[in-house]
């Protein structure tokens, strides 16, 4: 089975407001940091937001105050709320994990991703 998977995507007017969810499967427990990157057609798939095993969320530049990353222990699920979508939200949304820690690291350096799901946000 799937080690992330993902939910919650669709789409939405600009100004909207989605809430994704990954769950990870129980291989994947504290010790890991997981983010969500994302990659529009013709671009570099670029990090959303990353919560590290210290529990210390950063977010991507484009982010500004308006998505709200939270992270269930308990559940072991990573939740991106996102706010005031605008139209270059859109874009396939990925949750991926790594072991260790991993404030600002790229999407080449985490080992473990989801299939990924589609966000579009219209004007």
């Known amino acids: 089975g799937q080690m992330l998977e993902e939910s919650g995507g669709g789409s939405v007017q600009a100004g909207g407001s989605l809430r994704l969810a990954c769950e990870a499967s129980?291989?994947?427990?504290?010790?890991?940091?997981m983010a969500w990157f994302r990659q529009a057609p013709g671009k570099m798939r670029e990090r959303v937001a990353t919560v590290d095993t210290g529990g210390i969320v950063t977010y991507g530049y484009f982010v500004r105050g308006r998505f709200t990353l939270s992270r269930d222990t308990t559940k072991n699920s990573l939740i991106l709320q996102m706010n005031r979508l605008r139209s270059d939200d859109t874009a396939r949304y990925y949750c991926?994990?790594?072991?260790?820690?991993?404030?600002?690291?790229?999407?080449?350096?985490?080992?473990?991703w989801g299939q990924g799901i589609q966000v579009t946000v219209s004007t």
């Open positions: 991926a994990a790594r072991e260790g820690p991993a404030a600002f690291l790229p999407a080449e350096d985490y080992p473990y």
């Open positions: 129980g291989l994947i427990g504290p010790e890991f940091s």
